[in-house]
């Protein structure tokens, strides 16, 4: 708002200057509305630069002051090569234009090519603010285990919310769909969750693209408009911001990268829950969810067996572990009876 009032007052400003003075002998009218164009061309500019990248704005200053240095140096020759007057005059200002324009434009196309190091002392403090900001996706908030990482401070930074995904959550949480608008209300609670602790900033962005509809790719435009890291655990995300040369923080590649390690020759005690792909397989899971095949477990369904690891595999999706039943058999094994034995029973 602040910026409004000043726009206003720089427009009204210049319109009053040039009312008064009447530059090139004009009509006052005239003049005040070429004074508020001008202004509302500057402000135009004003809000065009505040667009551009840090290193897109010094690359287009600097093709500016090259162009205009190499303007310069053409219109030292044009000078002495043609006749003083009008049309010399035109030339020279034509030649500053064009090179000003050209190097002006290939600079800020180029600016992104700046080596960082190099002018770290410039970019050190802008750089560091923007890859401070985390932008959450609405998978990642549904799913609830960001809130947990970023309570113990393994995640620090700003984490950044679109409007955009609130009216995704909010969407969820509405829908007809019991198992969806269940998720859509866990995503909205587990925000509050988030917002309440004081270690944590939470900052509402209002900044959309109304030109694309995916919400996944305004999330990307807006990771690299701000040169942040998108916080997701959407598998297809993932390689589509790798795509996009936007950096990633991935909960489900955190979580893998967490289980514990497991080598071929361990030993460990698995319940067999149901069968596997196999014939003779029985399939159990650790504490952390990884999935056990036990060759010749079948049987097994329901008890738990002691077994040795033979391989341990690592799928896009997870670590699967692969093992075989020990020799000395099963724990945990219900004691069986006979028809005979539990007729001979003796009963009080």
Same mark, same amino acid.
């Given at each position: !708002? ?25 009509? /006052? ?20 630069? *505040?667009?551009? +990248?840090?290193? *897109? ?12 240095? @190499? ?14 007057? &009008? ?8 030649? #500053?234009?064009? !090179?000003?324009?050209?190097?002006? =434009? ?8 700046? /080596?960082?190091? !190099? ?12 890859? +401070? ?32 995904? #609130?009216?995704?959550? $909010? ?6 769909? @019991? +198992? ?9 609670? !587990? ?9 944590? $900033?939470?900052? =509402? ?27 997701? /655990? ?15 923080? /991935? ?21 067999? #829950? ?5 014939? &003779? $397989? ?15 477990? *079948?049987?097994?369904?329901?008890? +738990? ?8 595999? $690592? ?7 692969? @093992? ?6 099963? *724990?945990?094994? #219900? ?9 001979? &029973?003796?009963?009080?």
């Amino acid at each position: !708002m602040d910026f409004f009032l000043l726009r206003i007052l720089f427009v009204l400003f210049l319109a009053g200057v040039c009312f008064f003075l009447r530059p090139f002998g004009l009509e /006052n009218w005239i003049c005040a509305l070429t004074g508020g164009g001008a202004a509302l061309c500057v402000i135009f500019f004003e809000l065009r630069v *505040r667009a551009l +990248s840090l290193r *897109r704005l010094i690359g287009a200053v600097a093709g500016s002051i090259f162009g205009i240095f @190499g303007a310069a140096l053409f219109c030292f020759v044009l000078h002495d090569a043609l006749p003083p007057g &009008t049309t010399s005059a035109a030339i020279q200002i034509f030649v #500053l234009l064009l !090179m000003t324009y050209v190097g002006l =434009i290939v600079g800020a196309n180029k600016g992104d090519l700046l /080596n960082m190091t !190099m002018l770290n002392h410039i970019f050190s403090s802008d750089r560091g603010a923007r890859k +401070s900001f985390k932008v959450l996706d609405t998978s990642v908030i549904i799913d609830g285990r960001i809130a947990d990482i970023a309570d113990t401070g393994f995640i620090d930074g700003i984490f950044v919310v679109p409007e955009f995904v #609130l009216r995704e959550l $909010q969407t969820v949480a509405d829908s007809t769909d @019991g +198992s969806k608008r269940q998720r859509g209300r866990r995503g909205l609670d !587990m925000l509050q969750r988030m917002q309440a602790n004081p270690a944590l $900033q939470i900052q =509402i962005v209002s900044e959309d693209f109304p030109a694309i509809r995916e919400v996944d790719l305004k999330l990307l435009e807006l990771a690299k408009k701000w040169e942040a890291k998108v916080v997701t /655990n959407d598998f297809n995300l993932n390689k589509v911001a790798h795509l996009h040369h936007v950096e990633v923080l /991935n909960i489900n590649d955190l979580a893998n990268t967490l289980k514990p390690v497991v080598l071929p020759g361990e030993r460990m005690n698995i319940l067999i #829950l149901k069968e596997g792909k196999e014939h &003779t $397989q029985g399939v159990g899971y650790l504490d952390d969810g990884t999935m056990v095949v036990v060759d010749h477990a *079948r049987k097994m369904i329901g008890r +738990s067996v002691d077994i040795s690891v033979t391989s341990v595999l $690592q799928t896009a999706s997870g670590k699967m572990i692969f @093992g075989k039943m020990d020799d000395n058999g099963s *724990r945990g094994e #219900l004691p069986s009876f006979s028809t005979g034995e539990m007729e001979s &029973t003796p009963q009080n």
